[in-house]
């Protein structure tokens, strides 16, 4: 199927309906890559089959697991307990978490592998990365600049390290403990603020042993190196960040009340739902239960009056790929919403800072943008009325097409096809909600 060139969200009366979280992509690309580095069998449920996800199933593929895929969102992976040398190129296409775990997972053997992806993937900062794989004594030759990809990597006998983050990434801390599952000695990670533990669940599910030990600041994971993985099965919970878009818009549109089922409510990654709350939203959560080691509840949004608020800096941890769409509904909000501490946007899928004050900024928003933030000031009446450039980044052309349901005018994207690297049912998931989603 072509892809349009464009998507035009159109407003809408209102918004009502049931509707399912895709899987977690997070958690997605981890149960794939645990499952390869695993011994025996993994059956995921629930696996989110978007683009991301599927570069990194083609890639442990290329690593040496058998994956199946029996039904939809049901993979089966078969590990060798261990990586080998694959034939080809391992693309990453979109996927920062994709390649950079990988990274980490494949340093640990004693095999070679050629790292790339996309043109936005390209411009990526993987240092952040490879400096510490190499001080575990990987190595990696760059064909291009020091640091972005095309990456060539030798992997094998690591030895650990003890790394002190300054900003809390699970990127990092994931790539570092995944390569120490292989190296000597104990491999330690310590961060300013918890961010999201899917690698330390998942790789306990697995049959790992992983020490958390909190600090009064952050915390600190360690693992001793030359444990083996057990292949296991992985219930793939939804995910809050794709939840995120039809319950935004829910508190947009006037008369709407959507509930998403099946959200995953893991703590440090429920930022944004305590943040809308903060700012008067109407949201409820029922049905808490556990799914595959987290909790689990299904969120009604409705129709809200919200009030801007300054969100706590040390919540940036857990709601890092969410702030696109609070910035989307704090344009609704009264007064202004101001968000600090938050520099890691400008190197996600594109420069989010950037590129939301641009698109708001367009669609008639007064925004204030800072090095390291961004202040929307809000309005019940915001125009739209625009075209905006999303540089391929998904959550940005998501985020102006739920503006667009509750703005004057219409809204237009220009790359939706990119929207399917996190959420590939995201334009068919809001029509069924009501709302008018269509090519431009
Ligand atoms: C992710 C971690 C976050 C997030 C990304 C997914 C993960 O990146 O932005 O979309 O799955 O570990 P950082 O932890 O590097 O901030």
Known sequence: MTQPSHLTARPAPSLNGTARAPGDKSMSHRAL??????????????????????????????FGATVERLGVGQWRVTGQGGFRTPADVIDCGNAGTGVRLLMGAAAGYPITATFDGDASLRKRPMGRVTDHLERMSARFDWSGARGLLPADLTGGSLSAIDHVQTVASAQVKSAILLAGLNAVG????????????????????????????????GWRVSLTGGQALTGTGVAVPGD????????????????????????????????????????GADLTITNRRSSGGEEV????????????????????????????????????????TVMRGIGEMRVKESDRIALMAA?????????????????????NAVRGGATVTTHGDHRIAMSHLILGLAAEQAVTVDEPGMIATSFPGFVALMRGLGADIAEA
């Open 33 to 62: 890559i645990l499952g390869a580095m695993a011994t025996g069998t993994t059956e995921i449920e629930g696996l989110l089959e978007g683009d991301d996800v599927l570069a990194t199933a083609r890639a442990v593929k290329a």
């Open 186 to 217: 104990i491999t330690t990670v310590t961060e300013p603020e918890p961010s999201r533990d899917h690698t330390e669940r998942m790789l306990r599910a697995f049959g790992a042993v992983v020490e958390v030990e909190t600090l009064d600041e």
């Open 240 to 279: 809050p960040s794709s939840a995120a878009f039809p319950l935004a818009a829910a508190l947009i549109v006037p008369g709407s009340s959507v509930t998403v089922e099946g959200v995953m409510l893991n703590p440090l990654r429920t930022g944004l739902f305590q943040t809308w709350i903060d700012m």
């Open 297 to 336: 509840g299904d969120i009604t949004a409705r129709h809200s009056r919200l009030n801007g608020i300054v969100v706590p800096e040390d919540r940036a941890a857990s709601m890092i790929d969410e702030y696109p769409i609070l910035a989307a509904t704090a344009a609704f909000a009264d007064g202004a």
């Open 359 to 379: 698109g708001l900024a367009a669609c008639g928003v007064a925004v204030e943008e800072e090095a390291e933030g961004f202040t929307v000031t809000g309005s």
